[in-house]
T-cell receptor, first 112, second 112 residues
Framework: DTGVSQDPRHKITKRGQNVTFRCDPI?????LYWYRQTLGQGPEFLTY????????KSRLLSDRFSAERPKGSFSTLEIQRTEQGDSAMYLC??????????FGPGTRLTVT | AQSVTQLDSQVPVFEEAPVELRCNYS??????LFWYVQYPNQGLQLLLK????STLVESINGFEAEFNKSQTSFHLRKPSVHISDTAEYFC??????????WGAGTKLIIKP
């Protein structure tokens, strides 16, 4: 069990570019979550998958954001036309038992 | 709506001294409560959780937290801290099966 992995760990992009992040959950976990964390704040919920179904999306997730989890395994989070306000740490978590989420190391996005 | 307040952004304490990190929440329904820890340059790790039953819950590394329904609190305590406890600690609550609501975090700074 290698835990939750995220790729890349760091991403620097120019405003207006598209970026895609990947999350590989713990293999037997059917639930997957995306959060965003800005400096000095706790994580904010973005979206939740159970298997391949996206069951909930936060209002924070504008139409520039899209997440997928094909085949119920890894997940991708894409941000189109990035803005400086998108700069944050993007966290992925997975769980088997509902109330025990395991987090990856995060992807730090910097939009210049 | 649920919210979580961590009253202290930083708590400095001498090594081997006791510490309490405060967490208060607001919710109109029953909640589940969590403390997560984030060591420098690492991902979030579940420290302990309250789901039901005994209001006092313990972690394997000497931390404990007590659920106080009347005061809507879930403070984290340790009787004697070690330099290795240096980290940021996040309190989180949920009443659903997926969405954690987080506090802003408390940095525990251990002074030698």
């Amino acid at each position: 069990d290698t835990g939750v992995s995220q790729d890349p760990r760091h991403k620097i992009t120019k405003r207006g570019q598209n970026v895609t992040f990947r999350c590989d959950p713990i293999s037997e976990h059917n639930r997957l979550y995306w959060y965003r964390q800005t400096l000095g704040q706790g994580p904010e919920f973005l979206t939740y998958f159970q298997n391949e179904a996206q069951l909930e999306k936060s209002r924070l997730l504008s139409d520039r954001f899209s997440a997928e989890r094909p085949k119920g395994s890894f997940s991708t989070l894409e941000i189109q036309r990035t803005e400086q306000g998108d700069s944050a740490m993007y966290l992925c978590a997975s769980s088997l038992v509902v109330h025990e989420q395991y987090f990856g190391p995060g992807t730090r996005l910097t939009v210049t | 709506a649920q919210s979580v307040t961590q009253l202290d952004s930083q708590v400095p304490v001498f090594e081997e001294a006791p510490v309490e990190l405060r967490c208060n929440y607001s919710s109109s329904v029953s909640v589940y409560l969590f403390w997560y820890v984030q060591y420098p340059n690492q991902g979030l790790q579940l420290l302990l959780k309250y789901l039901s039953g005994s209001t006092l819950v313990e972690s394997i590394n000497g931390f404990e937290a007590e659920f106080n329904k009347s005061q809507t609190s879930f403070h984290l305590r340790k009787p004697s801290v070690h330099i290795s406890d240096t980290a940021e600690y996040f309190c989180a609550v949920t009443h659903s099966n997926y969405q954690l609501i987080w506090g802003a975090g408390t940095k525990l700074i251990i002074k030698p």
